[in-house]
């Protein structure tokens, strides 16, 4: 079985700060992760996604995010937060990257102006 | 990546009523996945989708309550049936391309 955690349901940082939001997961296999975006009243947006094939992936918007095997995490990081930032994002993780997703419960991002 | 549409995009339903729910993507896929995200929740998979075969089911959703029809590489459909308020959902498609799994717009039902 897989799974991810979020660690914090909510998270604010100033506007220019820098964003991270945590995800770790548990997989019995090589996962593929992947960070969702979703704007208030929207459909899920594609962030980035790990495939194996380099630890430090970037994404849309700035975001980037690190996978680290020995810590069993894929945290998402931008250097400086934008006020457009705001949004619901959340981590995911399935087998092969042909199957299924695993979300987690999702984190918040509130920018303060 | 893989442009998906759904059909209604929103809708307010009665108790004991069902809602069908159109999928349709712009290109050929072999599996097509069903999500639910609850108001405030994330997103849980319903089943799994692929053409010519019966829909795969998650625990706790069964296919009397959420009967799929998947009748070909680029369509589907998901029935909510004998809604209740607890179904107000937003019921989402996705589909697994060269990019990732690309989702759609999503349907955001509301049972009264």
């Known amino acids: 079985a897989q799974s991810v955690t979020q660690l914090g349901s909510h998270v604010s940082v100033s506007e220019g700060a820098l964003v991270l939001l945590r995800c770790n997961y548990s997989?019995?296999?090589?996962?593929?992760l992947f960070w969702y975006v979703q704007y208030p009243n929207q459909g899920l947006q594609l962030l980035l996604k790990?495939?194996?094939?380099?630890?430090l992936v970037k994404g849309i918007n700035g975001f980037e995010a690190e996978f680290k095997k020995s810590e069993t995490s894929f945290h998402l990081t931008k250097p400086s937060a934008h006020m457009s930032d705001a949004a619901e994002y959340f981590c995911?993780?399935?087998?092969?990257?042909?199957?299924?997703?695993?979300f987690g419960t999702g984190t918040r991002l509130t920018i303060i102006p | 990546s893989a442009v998906i549409s759904q059909k209604p995009s929103r809708d307010i339903c009665q108790r004991g009523t069902s809602l069908t729910i159109q999928c349709q993507v712009d290109?050929?896929?072999?599996?097509m996945f069903w999500y639910r995200q609850q108001p405030g929740q994330s997103l849980t998979l319903i089943a799994t989708?692929?053409?010519?075969?019966?829909?795969?089911?998650e625990s706790g959703f069964v296919i009397d309550k959420f009967p799929i029809s998947r009748p070909n590489l680029t369509f589907s459909t998901l029935t909510v049936s004998n809604m209740s308020p607890e179904d107000s959902s937003i019921y989402l498609c996705?589909?697994?391309?060269?990019?990732?799994?690309?989702f759609g717009p999503g349907t955001r039902l509301t049972v009264t």
């Open positions: 996705s589909v697994v391309d060269g990019q990732g799994s690309a």
């Open positions: 989708a692929n053409q010519g075969s019966e829909a795969t089911y």
């Open positions: 995911a993780v399935s087998n092969f990257g042909n199957e299924k997703l695993t």
């Open positions: 790990y495939t194996s094939a380099a630890t």
């Open positions: 997989s019995s296999v090589p996962p593929y």
């Open positions: 290109s050929q896929v072999t599996m």
